[in-house]
């Protein structure tokens, strides 16, 4: 399976309804890959990534109990995958090694994504998923470069502000 590496983009409120999306970006593209995840993962993820350390909950929370579990039975975080999508439904994996052994966790992507941004791990998405739900924006067309201006098509806008009196603009 061919893997892509991803970063996390965002994490958006839904104004329509009470969930919200956690935005993936390809890392070397502007490719994107949105997924809608409950309040708690999504607070859990937004908390990791804006880092903040003064209004940081007092007391672990549950991602970040599940890392230091994983970490004390000897096993690290070494990627997760969101490896599939079947009837509008994400699935992920943890991927954990230890010495010469690997364990696949099957995980939401929510849970797998909060525990690799405490891990600081990379993210991956499946190929064949991000080319059925990846969103890819157009350019925007006022980005777009035009060809030149000529400097007759200029020629009216130069006139006209050729006769304006600037001395009528007054002292305000």
Known sequence: ?????????????NLVNPSRTIWLRQKDRRRYLPITIGGHEADAIAIKLVNLKDDAPMRPLTHDLLLQTIEALG??????????????????DVVLHREEEEKVIDARPSDAIALAVRAAVPIYCAQSVLDRAGLEPEDDPAETPE???????????????GQLDLDDLGDD
């Open 75 to 92: 096993w690290q975080v070494e990627k997760v995958l969101v490896r599939d999508l079947s009837d509008q439904v994400f699935y992920a």
């Open 147 to 161: 060809e030149p201006v000529s400097e007759e098509s200029l020629k009216p806008f130069a006139e006209f502000i």
């Open 1 to 13: 399976m061919l893997e892509v590496e991803m970063v996390v983009d965002s994490v958006r409120l």
